[in-house]
């Protein structure tokens, strides 16, 4: 959890993704009633790195950061600024050094048709490759 902790400090504190989304950057999934634009993170999948005699400490983290607004316009100014924030992101927060953070790929969903899901909301998923320990 301190990855996702730490993920989500880099996303408070950069300016630019504060000015959008303020603290409405949640794990999992968005409560019900909150406002839009918003942030949600989760980890997809994670594995440590292995040596021959032991692990080596070094984790490889797949992050998924959904970029979430009412218009598509919105959704893909929120898409820059995690973007901003994260590529190439390398420094050491709650506990975690993340040494490498790269963008691996971007899927864009438009819910306005989805049965079940939130009507009129566009959505990016974002899926980030995370080297840390």
């Given at each position: 959890?301190?990855?996702?902790?730490?993920?989500?400090?880099?996303?408070?504190?950069?300016?630019?993704?504060?000015?959008l989304?303020?603290?409405?950057?949640?794990?999992?999934?968005?409560?019900?009633?909150?406002?839009?634009?918003?942030?949600?993170?989760?980890?997809?999948?994670?594995?440590?790195?292995?040596?021959?005699?032991?692990?080596?400490?070094?984790?490889?983290?797949?992050?998924?950061?959904?970029?979430?607004?009412?218009?598509?316009?919105?959704?893909?100014?929120?898409?820059?600024?995690?973007?901003?924030?994260?590529?190439?992101?390398?420094?050491?927060?709650?506990?975690?050094?993340?040494?490498?953070?790269?963008?691996?790929?971007?899927?864009?969903?438009?819910?306005?048709?989805?049965?079940?899901?939130?009507?009129?909301?566009?959505?990016?998923?974002?899926d980030?490759?995370?080297?840390?320990?």
């Amino acid at each position: 959890m301190s990855l996702e902790k730490a993920v989500r400090s880099v996303l408070i504190d950069d300016a630019t993704v504060a000015a959008l989304v303020s603290a409405r950057v949640y794990p999992q999934r968005r409560p019900m009633g909150t406002s839009v634009p918003a942030l949600i993170y989760h980890n997809v999948h994670g594995a440590t790195n292995q040596a021959l005699a032991t692990q080596g400490g070094i984790q490889r983290t797949r992050l998924a950061i959904e970029c979430i607004d009412s218009t598509y316009g919105g959704t893909k100014t929120l898409q820059s600024a995690v973007e901003g924030a994260l590529i190439n992101y390398t420094g050491t927060l709650e506990g975690e050094t993340i040494n490498s953070l790269r963008l691996e790929s971007a899927v864009e969903i438009d819910e306005t048709n989805e049965p079940g899901g939130e009507f009129g909301f566009f959505r990016i998923i974002l899926d980030f490759v995370i080297w840390h320990q």
